[in-house]
């Protein structure tokens, strides 16, 4: 075996398992492509320490104290392939070559798709938002919306109209009557109408406007986008994968370990809600169980 453990995704989860490991003296290697899901963003909040940070800084700041460690080994590349061996993992890269370890921890993150509305996917990260909790406080009190995708979207609406006065966009989707009785109680306005574009000047967002020629002002607009996995390498190991509210999410126990033996998952592929703190912490519990049976077996 190469390594002790191999890493499939390096951003906050992945950094965070793999300084753990390194901590404990294992031959870590790191394989990631350097596309994290939040580099939309330009600021990461909730984070202790670090709030209000471009997440690309912090995660540069992380890989530099990381790469410091004796045993690591950082490979910016595309995990294609992975298969189980007798005694651990093996991850081929796209350039044909190939990384075996003791144990694998995937970490390569999610990727997002958003409704093909004019206007929506320059904005994301920006002016349009998926957590009020990340985002909120920088839009709190301007007229804010909320795209309809899932009968989910009536609870998120209702969650929003905490920062301020909120609209849920149906943009075609249907309401039962619970969700509409629901969003009354909280104050949120429905609108109906398809949307065409979203309007304002570069980023920024000052309207949605409808097909049928309106406007309705709004300068935050909240969606929950469809995701996916950023990688197969799960399914190609057999992993058990659930379906979530918004999207797959691999099975794990409390350690973060997969229904495959020795294969953890952490971040947002293995969790929902999602948040940079949750994949830190996610990423810690998988890098010190991954030790653990190291040791114990």
């Not at 992945?14 to 300084?19: E, N, Y």
């Not at 670090?50 to 950082?74: C, E, H, N």
């Not at 370990?257 to 947002?268: E, I, N, R, S």
């Amino acid at each position: 075996m190469q390594h002790d453990v191999v890493i499939v995704g390096g951003a906050f989860a992945g950094l965070a398992a793999a300084t753990y490991l390194a901590r404990a003296q294992r031959r870590v290697c790191i394989i990631d492509v350097r596309r994290p899901r939040n580099r939309f963003a330009d600021a990461s909040h909730g984070f202790l320490g670090f709030d209000g940070a471009d997440p690309q800084s912090i995660l540069t700041k992380a890989r530099g104290q990381v790469a410091r460690y004796p045993g690591v080994t950082m490979i910016e590349a595309e995990a294609t392939e992975a298969r189980t061996l007798p005694d651990g993992f093996a991850v081929s890269l796209a350039s044909g070559e190939e990384v075996s370890a003791r144990k694998a921890i995937l970490a390569f993150g999610l990727r997002d798709t958003l409704e093909p509305i004019p206007g929506l996917q320059e904005r994301w990260g920006k002016t349009v938002l998926h957590c009020p909790y990340c985002h909120g406080l920088e839009f709190a009190g301007r007229r804010l919306g909320v795209l309809f995708r899932t009968p989910m979207s009536a609870h998120q609406a209702c969650l929003v109209a905490e920062w301020g006065p909120t609209t849920l966009f149906l943009n075609g989707g249907q309401l039962d009557l619970e969700s509409a009785e629901r969003l009354a109680k909280h104050g949120v306005s429905v609108e109906a109408g398809r949307l065409a574009r979203l309007v304002g000047e570069n980023a920024g967002l000052s309207a949605v406007e409808f097909e049928d020629g309106r406007t309705r002002p709004v300068e935050a607009l909240y969606v929950a986008p469809q995701s996916c996995m950023a990688s197969p390498i799960a399914e190609q190991l057999g992993a058990a994968i659930d379906e979530g509210p918004l999207g797959p999410v691999i099975r794990t126990d409390a350690d973060k370990m997969t229904t495959v033996p020795g294969l953890y998952a952490a971040g947002d592929i293995a969790r929902a809600p999602h948040a940079v703190s949750w994949a830190v912490a996610d990423g810690v519990t998988a890098g010190t169980a991954a030790h653990r049976t190291l040791v114990f077996g």
